[in-house]
């Protein structure tokens, strides 16, 4: 009887995350040079797009881990139960989605490009990143980062 409930239980929560992956899925990498979220601006508005940046993170609930002229990384203790299960290790169960956004000086030009993960076991020796590539993560970090450059 144990065994048939925990089966039951498997098939629901795998049905369940099958439901809720397809309806956020983004199967195509986004159109930019990189495939990742990246704008390219002139570099008189770098600063103003790099505050706006780090000013959205933090209303999301992001901690800014680390900033120097060349990068920013950001990330936040992770509350999605799926992920949870998906990412979490028996050490720590809960991963942090991580930010990191290049900025790269070349000429008049500034171009920023943001990088997404999911860390397990964030912070420790036994850290290990997955890369998001597509998905609903990508979209809205594509997005920030055209309403930054937009406003000047």
Same mark, same amino acid.
């Given at each position: 009887?144990?065994?048939?409930?925990?089966?039951?239980?498997?098939?629901?929560?795998?049905?369940?995350?099958?439901?809720?992956?397809?309806?956020?899925?983004?199967? %195509?990498?986004?159109?930019?040079?990189s495939?990742?979220?990246?704008?390219?601006? +002139?570099? %008189?508005? %770098?600063?103003?797009t790099?505050?706006y940046?780090?000013n959205?993170?933090l209303?999301?609930?992001?901690?800014?881990?680390?900033?120097?002229?060349?990068?920013?990384?950001?990330e936040?203790?992770?509350? %999605?139960?799926?992920?949870?299960?998906l990412?979490?290790?028996?050490?720590?169960?809960?991963?942090n989605?991580?930010?990191?956004?290049?900025?790269?000086?070349?000429?008049?030009?500034?171009?920023?490009?943001?990088?997404?993960?999911?860390?397990?076991?964030?912070?420790?020796?036994?850290e290990?990143?997955?890369?998001?590539? +597509?998905?609903l993560?990508?979209?809205?970090?594509?997005?920030?980062?055209? +309403?930054?450059?937009?406003?000047?």
């Amino acid at each position: 009887m144990g065994i048939r409930n925990s089966a039951r239980l498997l098939a629901i929560l795998t049905v369940g995350m099958c439901i809720s992956a397809c309806a956020t899925v983004q199967t %195509e990498p986004l159109n930019t040079p990189s495939g990742k979220p990246e704008v390219t601006l +002139t570099a %008189e508005h %770098e600063r103003a797009t790099v505050a706006y940046i780090m000013n959205d993170a933090l209303n999301r609930g992001y901690t800014i881990r680390k900033q120097t002229d060349s990068m920013i990384m950001m990330e936040r203790p992770i509350t %999605e139960v799926m992920y949870r299960v998906l990412f979490g290790s028996r050490y720590n169960s809960t991963p942090n989605p991580r930010i990191i956004f290049n900025i790269i000086k070349f000429g008049d030009t500034t171009r920023i490009v943001g990088n997404i993960a999911i860390v397990t076991n964030p912070g420790s020796g036994y850290e290990y990143s997955n890369q998001i590539t +597509t998905g609903l993560a990508v979209q809205q970090t594509q997005d920030v980062l055209n +309403t930054a450059a937009a406003m000047r």
